[in-house]
Structure formats: structure tokens, C-alpha cells
């Protein structure tokens, strides 16, 4: 049987899809029935699950299930990515494959060997981008060479056309065109629940229909002061939708004419959240530029920076346990809940490179295990930034205080005591440096300095001297 295969991955849905769009508009055309399908890949299953990967596996199961009901049977093959398009190549003869390509690290370099694997069996082969506003390569400067800062990346960024919301015809879906093989999914159905038993936590905010009220409501409820409580951690100020976003269960156009739409003049919280769009496709753009970015500081001038590998600072930090009480409540939202407000990341990151001047590296890959919502373009990015080696990075000299930073951000103190309890009853006055606290006041709220919670694990004035000097050797070299 000829068929048309669509191959779907961070891309959960059955509205506002380009591959899924093309695929059908061609099937249509020649007649042949349309096979979904998952490659569920070997070195993902086998890794050890942490709140990221049962996230993803969680909203995997999901999507199947709900494109199942749809009649869009996804199939599910666990094995390496050219021996399941050779199972399928065994039972049907494949006219053209349809997938929305990844631009940028391991996924690129899978695309490239499986396009080269289809094209040299005589297959068509169809790929979009679908996961960015605009792609790696789409924005450029006027001599062809890309973007290193934001700013004159974002001037260009506004004044380019975003394309629309894409129309899937799901009739096609209900008419019979779409073929079922239980017995070809059967390893991978099983693969998939056998992980979704052993996930140690379960996830409510999943779904298209969660990512779909999760944009209304803030477009109803937040958009108008985003610009204003974005970088209060106590509030509920930001969005929420990026983790519907890595899972792609919302599409990025859709949440970009939503937004653009809810606004016939110009607007604070809009324009400052269609920013935050930016800086998404901007991190994604350097990471095709800079492949190896995720191992290599962008900036060859920090290269040879002698990071510190004290084990026991780095495991404080992981577990939320500096001494510094905005740092801490961070790290264990992340812990508790896969998600830590973007605020919070800054701190938190600037805290391990500047503070415990540990390598950056070792900070994006646990947040790599533990965010829900990450992005590694975005992460990497994101810490390169706060380490000072990156592209247009916080210059190594502006280093953030934890402290001010909590008194600026979390003055009353409402966000650390709901992450760190050992400091629910801790006065405000003392919130943000119990140590300083009184005895007479540790004992009145329960909190014993050293014993209850712990003491600063460095002192910050100390560290931020060492961190200059540092950056200064490694720069000088």
C-alpha cells in the first residue's frame, strides 16, 4: 500500500500544524492514505526520569491517546530513528514523509540523517519549520551575517511578517483516510506505558485544551500588567505557556495572534511579552550559529576561565540550600515544581557562576533534567548570559547581589516563605538575611540560624571581588 507518513515530535497537536497541514493537502492530491507516527527515541527512554522527561512522556501519552480518539492513530515505534522507518518501509511503500524539522543541535543533525536515509530510497521528503516565529536562518543582516545582539536582532525582528495561524482539514481524519496498524505500535505502546507507571509525579497542566485556557485566561487576566508583575515571583504575573510551547501543544502562531490581536494601539504588557518571543527565536538563531555553544562559552575570551569544582557548593545550590533565602525558594520551586519564574532564573544562575563561580554548564544541565518547560537554545543562552560568556551577555563586572534582589523583588518576602518553610514565621524585617537575626528572634519564629536554616555558604562582597579577578586572569590570558 502507497501511503503519506507524517512524523510527529515536539509538535503535540492536531491544529495550527504546517507538516500535518501539507501532508494532508497532499495526500489529498494523490490519493493516499495518511500514517502517523512517534519515534520514541532509545537514548531518551533509557535516561533517568526527572521531572522534565515525565513532563514530556506524560504529555506524549496524552497526545496519542486524544489524536487516537481524533482517528489520527499515532503509531509508536521504540527503536533507533532508521530502523523504525525501515519497519514501516517493510509493510508500506512510503511516497513522502512530513515532519516540522529542528534547526539546531542533536535533533538537526537527526533530521539531516534521516532526510538523507528517505532521499536515497527515492522518497520525498518535506520539511517545515514550525516551532519558531521565524526560523535560524530567517533573519539576517543586510551583508548576510547574523545577529549577535538583541536589540537591532528585535528592530528587525517587529518589522517582518508573521505567518498566520495554518487551517488542518480534519475531515480528512474522519473520512477514513488515516491508516490504523496496532500491531506495528504494540513495542512502543507498551515502551510507553511501562515509563508512564514508573513516573514518581503526575501532571495536570497538559494538553491542547490546558495550553488553549492557559492563553486565554492570560490574555484575559494578565496581558494588560505583564509589563509591570512579569518580575514579581509572589504573583501570579507571567504566562505559564511556555511549557505548553517545548511540548508544542499550543502553536507559537497561535499564541502570537492571540496576543497581537487582543490590542488596536500600542501596549506595555503586549509589546514586552512579544519581546519575550523574540528573545526566543533570537536564542535559537545563535544556537544554529554557534552549534557547539552548549559545550563552548560563545565568548572565546572566557574560555579558559578556572572554574570552581567544589562538589558540596554545587549540591547547596541544587538542593536550594546557599543560606541566601530568594536563591534557595528558587532552586526549590524548580525541584518541587519543574518550573522556576524567570526572575528566578537569573538570580539562580548568576548565584552558581558569580557567587560560587562553579561552571555554567553544570548548572544548565540540572536545570536541563528539571525544568518542564526547557528550551535548550533558551537555557543555554540564558546562562551563558548570566555567566558573562555568551552573546551580548550582563557584562562580568555587574554581578547580581541575592540579597538586593530579594528586597527588590520579593520585598515582603511572600515568595521565599512559600518555598523555604523554615522561614514562615521569620520576620520581615529579617526575611531576606536571617542571619542577621537576633537569637531572641530565631528562637521566636522557629528558626535557628545554622541548625533550622543554614548560614550564608559564602559572603557575597568576597565572592564578587574573586568573580572579577577571575573573569580578568581568564580575559587576560
Same mark, same amino acid.
Given at each position: 500500500m502507497?501511503i ?8 503535540m497537536?492536531?491544529?495550527?500544524? /504546517?507538516?500535518?497541514?501539507k501532508a494532508i ?5 494523490h490519493?493516499?492514505? =495518511? ?5 520514541l527515541?532509545?537514548?531518551?527512554t533509557e ?9 514530556f ?12 480518539e481524533?482517528q ?10 532508521l ?8 509493510v508500506?511503500?512510503?511516497?513522502a ?17 534521516v !532526510?538523507?536515509f528517505l ?5 520525498? +521528503? ?8 521565524h526560523?535560524?536562518?530567517?533573519? $539576517?543582516?543586510?551583508?548576510g551575517?547574523?545577529? &549577535? +545582539?538583541f ?5 528587525s525582528?517587529?518589522? &517582518?511578517e508573521k ?7 480534519k /475531515?480528512?481524519?474522519?473520512?477514513g483516510?488515516t491508516?490504523? %496498524?496496532?500491531? =506495528?505500535?504494540?513495542k512502543?505502546?507498551? *515502551? ?13 497542566q497538559?494538553g ?7 492563553l486565554? /485566561?492570560?490574555i &484575559?487576566?494578565?496581558? !494588560?500588567?505583564?509589563h509591570? *508583575? ?7 504575573g ?6 505548553f510551547?517545548?511540548?508544542? /501543544?499550543i ?19 503586549r509589546?514586552t511579552?512579544i519581546?519575550?518571543l523574540?528573545?526566543?527565536d533570537f536564542y535559537h ?5 554557534y552549534? *557547539?555553544?552548549k559545550?563552548?562559552?560563545i565568548?572565546p575570551?572566557?574560555e ?15 538542593k ?5 533565602p ?8 524548580? %525541584?518541587e ?5 524567570n ?5 539562580t544562575?548568576?548565584? $552558581?557562576t558569580k557567587?560560587?563561580l562553579i ?11 528539571k ?5 535548550e537554545?533558551? %537555557?543555554?543562552?540564558g546562562?551563558q ?5 555568551? !552573546? ?7 554581578i547580581?547581589?541575592?540579597? !538586593? ?13 512559600r ?13 531576606h ?21 543554614p ?18 586572569e581568564?580575559?587576560?590570558?
Amino acid at each position: 500500500m502507497e501511503i503519506v507518513l507524517i512524523w510527529f515530535r515536539r509538535d503535540m497537536r492536531l491544529d495550527d500544524h /504546517t507538516a500535518l497541514s501539507k501532508a494532508i493537502t497532499y495526500a489529498k492530491k494523490h490519493q493516499y492514505p =495518511l500514517f502517523a507516527f512517534y519515534h520514541l527515541d532509545p537514548f531518551f527512554t533509557e535516561m533517568e526520569l526527572d521531572l522534565n522527561n515525565e513532563h514530556f512522556f506524560q504529555n506524549l501519552a496524552h497526545f496519542v491517546k486524544e489524536a487516537r480518539e481524533s482517528q489520527v492513530y499515532v503509531h509508536l515505534f521504540h527503536d533507533d530513528v532508521l530502523s523504525a522507518f525501515q519497519q514501516i518501509m517493510d509493510v508500506y511503500d512510503i511516497k513522502a514523509v512530513f515532519f516540522n524539522e529542528d534547526q539546531v543541535g542533536n535533533g538537526h543533525r537527526r533530521d539531516n540523517q534521516v !532526510t538523507d536515509f528517505l532521499e536515497d530510497k527515492g522518497i520525498h +521528503v518535506s520539511k517545515w519549520q514550525d516551532t519558531h516565529l521565524h526560523g535560524a536562518r530567517d533573519i $539576517l543582516k543586510a551583508d548576510g551575517s547574523h545577529y &549577535q +545582539v538583541f536589540t537591532p536582532y528585535y528592530q528587525s525582528w517587529r518589522k &517582518q511578517e508573521k505567518q498566520p495561524v495554518i487551517k488542518v482539514d480534519k /475531515t480528512f481524519f474522519s473520512s477514513g483516510h488515516t491508516i490504523c %496498524n496496532e500491531s =506495528l505500535s504494540q513495542k512502543g505502546d507498551d *515502551k510507553l506505558r511501562g515509563i508512564i507507571k514508573r513516573c514518581a509525579r503526575k501532571f495536570d497542566q497538559i494538553g491542547s485544551d490546558k495550553a488553549m485556557n492557559t492563553l486565554h /485566561t492570560f490574555i &484575559q487576566k494578565r496581558l !494588560t500588567h505583564y509589563h509591570k *508583575k512579569r518580575d514579581i515571583p509572589s504573583v501570579f504575573g507571567t504566562s505559564k505557556l511556555s511549557r505548553f510551547l517545548k511540548t508544542g /501543544t499550543i502553536s507559537i502562531r497561535t499564541v502570537f495572534h492571540a496576543i497581537n490581536e487582543e490590542a488596536l494601539y500600542e501596549d506595555e504588557g503586549r509589546e514586552t511579552f512579544i519581546k519575550e518571543l523574540a528573545w526566543r527565536d533570537f536564542y535559537h538563531m545563535i544556537f544554529a550559529h554557534y552549534p *557547539k555553544m552548549k559545550q563552548k562559552e560563545i565568548n572565546p575570551s572566557f574560555e579558559g576561565i578556572k572554574w570552581n569544582e567544589d562538589e558540596a557548593l554545587f549540591e547547596a545550590w541544587c538542593k536550594g540550600e546557599t543560606g541566601f533565602p530568594l536563591v534557595d525558594a528558587g532552586m526549590r520551586q524548580l %525541584n518541587e515544581e519543574g518550573w522556576m519564574h524567570n526572575r528566578l532564573r537569573m538570580v539562580t544562575a548568576s548565584f $552558581l557562576t558569580k557567587d560560587y563561580l562553579i561552571d555554567w554548564r553544570k548548572g544548565e544541565a540540572y536545570f536541563a533534567k528539571k525544568l518542564v518547560d526547557y528550551d535548550e537554545a533558551s %537555557n543555554i543562552g540564558g546562562f551563558q548570559w548570566a555567566a558573562s560568556v555568551g !552573546t551580548d551577555a550582563v557584562p562580568y563586572f555587574r554581578i547580581f547581589n541575592p540579597t !538586593t534582589q530579594s528586597k527588590r523583588f520579593d520585598s515582603s518576602g511572600e515568595y521565599i516563605r512559600r518555598y523555604v518553610p523554615e522561614l514562615k514565621h521569620v520576620d520581615e524585617k529579617w526575611i531576606h538575611e536571617p542571619s542577621k537575626m537576633p537569637i531572641d528572634e530565631q528562637m521566636k519564629s522557629g528558626c535557628v540560624i545554622g541548625d533550622t536554616y543554614p548560614l550564608p555558604t559564602v559572603d557575597h562582597q568576597e565572592r564578587r571581588k574573586k568573580a572579577i579577578s577571575l573573569f580578568e586572569e581568564a580575559k587576560g590570558q
